[in-house]
């Protein structure tokens, strides 16, 4: 590969985008690639999501042409080359039907391979786009984005085994990668709470237990509000429960954040709202439990971040977080079971986990998988054949299953 054409994604405060350049960039470097950061536009510099839940939807649709436009500019100056590799951070990426049609009239010289990342797409049906009724005309741009990636000897990436079974499963013809985990630095969040030494102390923490994914449906908040309403009902022991929220709390169901007001004003949920990452990353360092009852969240940012400032993660045995947990019994719960979420949570809540840190140190070599598979040393990671689902129930890392 001779230079590699970065298309990230644009910064929001409340989302993981605000550093997933840098999180990029700094693994780059390691590996001494020839990066260009292909820009974009932002139609302000508010960095809020206004319309939509995931991204904002005229923020996207803004950023992603005026990046492609930058890109089409390169391609036509004769800069792009069939020795150089095209990464999309998103496979929904607004202008990227472009390439193909100036694909298929260039010389071949000038044809680089392109791969994209999937982060859900209508192959999940709890993504938002079956919630708008997007998922008919979604899927027909994914056959587009599929066919333009195939044709050029590039590959679509998967963020875990189970993601790529659901793209196989709606016939994805396409090389497909496990890259198994999120991009994430370490490092750089680290940095933001002044170094691991900043990190607390487990036992100086208050019993809180926090709740941090989107309060939308496929998030299912309502199950964290019943697991609050279980835990008052069976113990008296002090415990803050806190929903934490980059943005105001808002929902794509607003009974949910009704519910949410009602138990603040009982006193059963305390809501940090409209929090800076650094605001945000202060808490986590003071929480003892991260709680997640997603029904879609492939992988989640939230673990890693939790995991690298000390804080226990207690999420559900479902989809990607086996995966992501390396099947570890004490912090994945049994789907959809409060009981069993309860139980386990009390005991997280009482002492750090043995196996803190194993999840983002994991996460953390993400990057570095994705450019082995973009240079061509990854092949371990390739789904092709009837055989992909052999590797499920392997684990990626190794971690003590009994203390």
Not at 285 to 296: G, K, S, Y
Not at 304 to 330: H, I, K, M, Q
Not at 380 to 398: F, I, L, S, T
Request: charged share 25%; hydrophobic share 40%.
């Amino acid at each position: 590969m001779r230079k590699l054409y970065y298309m990230g994604l644009e910064s929001y405060e409340a989302r993981y985008t605000l550093q997933l350049t840098e999180w990029n960039r700094r693994v780059f470097n390691q590996h001494n690639l020839d990066v260009v950061y292909v820009p974009g536009l932002t139609l302000d510099n508010s960095q809020k999501i206004v319309v939509g839940q995931v991204l904002d939807a005229h923020g996207r649709s803004y950023f992603g042409m005026s990046q492609l436009m930058n890109l089409v500019r390169l391609m036509q100056q004769g800069e792009v080359t069939n020795e150089d590799v095209i990464y999309f951070e998103d496979m929904f990426q607004p202008g990227i039907e472009s390439l193909p049609y100036i694909l298929n009239q260039v010389p071949e010289s000038l044809r680089p391979r392109i791969f994209v990342r999937c982060l859900a797409q209508s192959i999940d049906p709890d993504d938002f786009v079956h919630v708008w009724g997007m998922a008919k005309w979604m899927g027909l741009y994914e056959k587009m984005v599929c066919e333009m990636v195939r044709d050029s000897g590039g590959a679509v990436l998967a963020t875990n085994e189970e993601m790529v079974m659901h793209m196989r499963v709606a016939g994805w013809d396409v090389p497909i990668y496990n890259i198994s985990g999120l991009a994430f630095g370490k490092a750089e969040v680290l940095e933001r709470i002044g170094g691991a030494e900043n990190i607390r102390p487990f036992q100086d923490r208050p019993r809180r237990v926090g709740f941090a994914a989107r309060f939308d449906q496929e998030k299912q908040p309502d199950f964290f509000m019943d697991l609050i309403e279980m835990y008052s009902q069976l113990t008296t022991e002090p415990c803050e429960f806190a929903i934490y929220s980059g943005g105001e709390l808002r929902s794509n169901n607003p009974e949910y954040v009704a519910r949410a007001r009602r138990m603040e004003a009982e006193g059963k949920i305390k809501i940090y709202d409209n929090l800076k990452k650094d605001e945000y990353y202060a808490l986590v360092n003071d929480t003892r439990v991260l709680f997640n009852c997603a029904l879609q969240d492939w992988v989640s940012n939230t673990v890693s971040e939790a995991d690298t400032l000390g804080c226990n993660v207690l999420y559900p045995a479902y989809r990607s977080f086996p995966e992501t947990f390396a099947n570890d019994p004490n912090r994945l719960y049994v789907p959809w079971s409060i009981d069993d979420a309860y139980h386990k949570m009390q005991n997280l809540l009482r002492e750090p986990h043995h196996n803190m840190g194993l999840i983002s140190d994991w996460n953390n070599g993400t990057v570095d998988r994705i450019i082995d598979i973009i240079q061509g040393r990854g092949e371990q990671w390739n789904r092709a054949g009837n055989r992909y689902r052999d590797h499920v129930a392997h684990e990626k890392y190794q971690v003590v299953k009994i203390q």
